[in-house]
């Protein structure tokens, strides 16, 4: 079964940083882009940041020279480094990874279950 799991998230305070980690497993021919995205109540899921297996990134405006994305195609993980936190990053973050899964050189996204960062001011 193939699956992304997250791991990091929780409480931080204002200005303060938080990791989000997240990998994919299972049988798994590639995975192409990878990113995060977030939803905060009452508003729809955004992009947060993406980057191709090339390392290609791109962010949201609104965490520009705050986040960093990163990964690792070895280890299929795509990581979220979020310095400067405020309030308005309160969100459910979920990691998102297109993949091919099977010989058939089709490409399906795949989401986690998401994990929750919560800044207070």
């Known amino acids: 079964q193939v699956q992304l799991v997250e791991s990091g998230g929780g409480l931080v305070q204002a200005g303060g940083s938080l990791r989000l980690s997240c990998a994919a497993s299972g049988s798994i021919f590639r995975v192409n882009d990878m990113g995060w995205y977030r939803q905060a109540p009452g508003k729809q899921r955004e992009l947060v940041a993406t980057?191709?297996?090339?390392?290609?990134?791109n962010y949201a405006d609104s965490v520009k020279g705050r986040f960093t994305i990163s990964r690792d195609n070895a280890k299929k993980t795509v990581d979220l480094q979020m310095n400067s936190l405020k309030p308005e990053d309160t969100a459910v973050y979920y990691c998102?990874?297109?993949?091919?899964?099977?010989?058939?050189?089709?490409?399906?996204?795949?989401w986690g279950q998401g994990t929750q960062v919560t800044v207070s001011s």
């Open positions: 980057i191709t297996s090339g390392g290609i990134t």
């Open positions: 998102n990874a297109w993949m091919v899964v099977t010989i058939v050189p089709k490409q399906y996204t795949y």
